[in-house]
Nanobody, 123 residues
Framework: QVRLVESGGGLVQPGGSLRLSCAAS????????MGWYRQTPGKQRDLVAA???????NYADSVKGRFTISRDNAENTVYLQMNSLKPEDTAVYYC?????????????????WGQGTQVTVSS
């Protein structure tokens, strides 16, 4: 099993910044891609930003130029630097990791989620 632990959410004023972190831990696994999604009540969970182990990036149009995703492959940690935050960025942010692990001698794919961290942008 791979465990994802998120940190860094909170309350910030419009125009402010926050940095989210997500660390993956476990054994016998390798991660192909990590990303951040967000969800507000009654709506689906949407991609915010993702990064592959090779460094390919993908951003939602609404955050381009304001958010930056980065990754420490050695530490299996992904970061989301969020600048120029807007009230519409308010949501629960979830970390996601996709990859493979060795279980009972077999290679199996996985797609895990973190527990979520609340980001509130309000004056």
């Amino acid at each position: 099993q791979v465990r994802l632990v998120e940190s860094g959410g909170g309350l910030v004023q419009p125009g402010g910044s926050l940095r989210l972190s997500c660390a993956a831990s476990g054994s016998n696994f390798s991660i192909v891609a990590m990303g951040w999604y967000r969800q507000t009540p009654g709506k689906q969970r949407d991609l915010v930003a993702a990064i592959t182990s090779g460094g390919m990036l993908n951003y939602a149009d609404s955050v381009k130029g304001r958010f930056t995703i980065s990754r420490d492959n050695a530490e299996n940690t992904v970061y989301l630097q969020m600048n120029s935050l807007k009230p519409e960025d308010t949501a629960v942010y979830y970390c996601n990791a996709k990859g493979s692990m060795i279980l009972t001698g077999q290679k199996r794919g996985f797609d895990y989620w973190g527990q979520g961290t609340q980001v509130t942008v309000s004056s």
